[in-house]
Nanobody, 120 residues
Framework: QVQLVESGGGLVQAGGSLRLSCVRSGPTLRNYDMGWYRQAPGKEREFVAAISWSGGSTSYADSVKGRFTVSGDNAKNTVYLQMNSLKPEDTAIYYC?????????????WGQGTQVTVSS
């Protein structure tokens, strides 16, 4: 069973930065991706960014391109989300995700979520 544990959320002013971390434990597959989704109050959970674990390819939602950067550290089984130029509309619970096919399908595993609040 894959387990994901996030950290790094918090309160920040608009224009500020935060970095989220997600540590993975448990069995691994040859090809998978890890990334981030978010869910704002009253809205559906949406894709934010992902990175393929084998090749390092990345994928981003249009709303965060140029502001957020997803990266991974294989040695630490950790994926990061560097969030810059944060906006109030980025306020949400951010969930780490693990998909068994790179950039395809719904995540098979989720973290518990970490709150990000951006004040105006």
């Amino acid at each position: 069973q894959v387990q994901l544990v996030e950290s790094g959320g918090g309160l920040v002013q608009a224009g500020g930065s935060l970095r989220l971390s997600c540590v993975r434990s448990g069995p691994t597959l040859r090809n998978y991706d890890m990334g981030w989704y978010r869910q704002a109050p009253g809205k559906e959970r949406e894709f934010v960014a992902a990175i393929s674990w084998s090749g390092g390819s990345t994928s981003y939602a249009d709303s965060v391109k140029g502001r957020f950067t997803v990266s991974g550290d294989n040695a630490k089984n950790t994926v990061y989300l560097q969030m810059n130029s944060l906006k109030p509309e980025d306020t949400a619970i951010y969930y780490c995700s693990y998909r068994v096919r790179v950039f395809d399908g719904a995540p098979a595993y989720w973290g518990q979520g970490t709150q990000v609040t951006v004040s105006s």
